[in-house]
């Protein structure tokens, strides 16, 4: 009913930028926060960063000053602008929303496939 389908990763060089996208599809009334969340290689799920509906944002500490995170309502689309990537920010990076659809009266956790993020030093 309702899909996250990421885009935009890659394999960059230390140092390097990329701009990963996160557009949801299908019956959907209202998307509510949203978050990027990554697992690296023999690493545990960690959060990356959190929009909510009216932009307010959190991020990670080990990411702060070098990610960003936004999100367009009308596009249903979520973004998280990556600079100064370093090797250890090497991970599958997921998108996770929380989801009204039409014709329910609570919000559902949905999440992406991932797409996979390469820095080589």
């Known amino acids: 009913q309702v899909q996250l389908v990421e885009s935009g990763g890659g394999l960059v060089q230390a140092g390097g930028s990329l701009r990963l996208s996160c557009a949801a599809s299908?019956?959907?009334?209202?998307?509510?926060?949203m978050n990027w969340y990554r697992q690296g290689p023999g690493k545990q799920r960690e959060l990356v960063a959190t929009i909510t509906y009216g932009g307010r944002t959190n991020y990670a500490d080990s990411v702060k000053g070098r990610f960003t995170i936004s999100r367009d309502n009308a596009k249903k689309s979520m973004y998280l602008q990556m600079n100064s990537l370093q090797p250890e920010d090497t991970a599958v990076y997921f998108c996770?929303?929380?989801?009204?659809?039409?014709?329910?009266?609570?919000?559902?956790?949905?999440w992406g496939q991932g797409t996979q993020v390469t820095v080589s030093s």
């Open positions: 299908g019956s959907i009334f209202m998307i509510n926060r």
């Open positions: 996770n929303a929380d989801v009204q659809t039409y014709g329910s009266s609570y919000f559902d956790d949905y």
